[in-house]
């Protein structure tokens, strides 16, 4: 009796002690595309989690915390590569539930973030508030329990970039040291922090009232093709279960295969213009984004996404030979859904599937129409696909 007593008692302080300690360091994730390492994402909870559920536990004190390695990275790049992946890892209810938080947190960020930047966001388990700070500078408050996980399953979701990425966030504390050291290592100057606090200043109330207003009665979604609306991630097959599916071999090439809309012949090479300055240009040409064209913008990503799978084959010898690998390729489409371009933003150990990956996008094309929301002649978009075995 006086153990059981004992350990009840050493649980109670423990409890105790977790309450009032900073959550602790979980995971730590490395983002590249193109071989370019872009950011570091941290994960920190009061609760060691090495699952997906886990980590989810709405009642447990966690933060998400970003440092950005690349020299210089566009904001609105990172948060476009963050909504679309919180619209494949997430069901449409929630989607529609925080589409008002998710606009005013995807308009937080503008113009460039730089190498040792710090972009956190701490979630209260007991208040339930998320608050969200670039390089210790508040940036805005926002009630409600729900919104923090929506964020957090686009890393550790069912479609996060890649298997690897997720299994480094639900490491319950096993992190790299290399990567830790270097993660420690990123910090901003005094005068970067100096620059964000004076662009990040807040506006005076009126405009605040403004943009508050202007969120509160931004029109809603209307899509003719869903009238219901559409069931999103809960739909969406996890690409390694829907290529194993039993699928008859390709037909031979005895047959011409399925192009994409002609393109005209590209005109001659120009001057190349470095990256930064067009995401510059970009950045100043996008408007702020709208309860309307987020909604639309999260809902065309799952249905793409759930059109691409469809397609996925999971090469024959790769399995026999038990390779798996994550494959993320960056996919330009015109209005009408023809692919104009596929590039590889991340591959696997395998040409196979990299191959495959590739395949699967060129197959599932022409895509559904890009919708009138977005008025775009061009849409690009991401697709992180996973080849992974059955137990």
Avoid: C
């Amino acid at each position: 009796m006086k153990t059981i007593k004992y350990v009840i008692a050493l649980m109670v302080f423990a409890t105790a002690l977790s309450a009032q300690a900073e959550p602790l360091l979980n995971g730590l994730a490395l983002e590249q595309q193109f071989n370019k390492d872009r950011y570091i994402v941290a994960v920190y909870s009061d609760v060691p989690a090495n699952t997906t559920s886990l980590l989810l536990d709405n009642n447990t004190n966690r933060r998400i915390e970003v440092r950005i390695v690349a020299d210089s990275l566009s904001s609105r790049s990172l948060r476009n590569q963050w909504v679309e992946s919180i619209a494949i890892n997430n069901p449409g209810d929630t989607l529609s539930n925080q589409a008002e938080n998710m606009v005013a947190f995807a308009n937080l960020l503008k113009g460039r973030l730089y190498q040792g930047d710090q972009l956190s966001v701490d979630f209260s388990g007991e208040s339930g508030v998320t608050t969200i700070a670039l390089d210790g500078v508040a940036l805005r408050s926002i009630d409600s329990r729900n919104f923090f996980n929506t964020l957090l399953r686009a890393w550790v979701g069912p479609i996060p970039p890649s298997t690897d990425f997720r299994e480094a966030l639900l490491a319950a504390g096993e992190v790299s040291g290399s990567l830790l050291d270097r993660y420690e290592l990123l910090a901003p100057s005094e005068g970067r922090i100096e620059e964000v606090r004076t662009s990040y200043a807040a506006p005076p109330e009126s405009e605040q009232a403004a943009s508050q207003e202007s969120v509160a009665t931004a029109p809603a979604v209307t899509t003719t093709a869903a009238p219901a609306g559409p069931e999103l991630a809960a739909e969406i097959p996890p690409p390694s279960l829907a290529s194993l599916q039993p699928t008859p071999s390709p037909a031979p090439n005895n047959a011409p295969p399925q192009r994409s809309e002609p393109q005209p012949a590209a005109p001659p090479p120009e001057e190349a213009t470095p990256e930064s300055e067009i995401e510059a240009v970009e950045e100043e040409e996008e408007a702020p984004i709208t309860v309307d064209t987020l909604l639309a913008r999260q809902v065309y990503q799952a249905v793409l996404a759930r059109h691409t799978f469809k397609h996925i084959r999971y090469p024959k010898r790769a399995q026999e030979r038990g390779q798996e690998g994550s494959v993320r390729l960056k996919v330009i489409i015109n209005s009408r859904g023809y692919v104009t371009e596929v590039q590889t933003m991340q591959e696997s150990r395998f040409g196979s599937l990299n191959r495959a990956a590739v395949a699967a996008v060129e197959t599932a094309a022409p895509y559904p129409a890009v919708p009138p929301q977005l008025a775009q002649d061009t849409y690009e978009f991401t697709l992180p696909i996973t080849f992974r075995l059955p137990d």
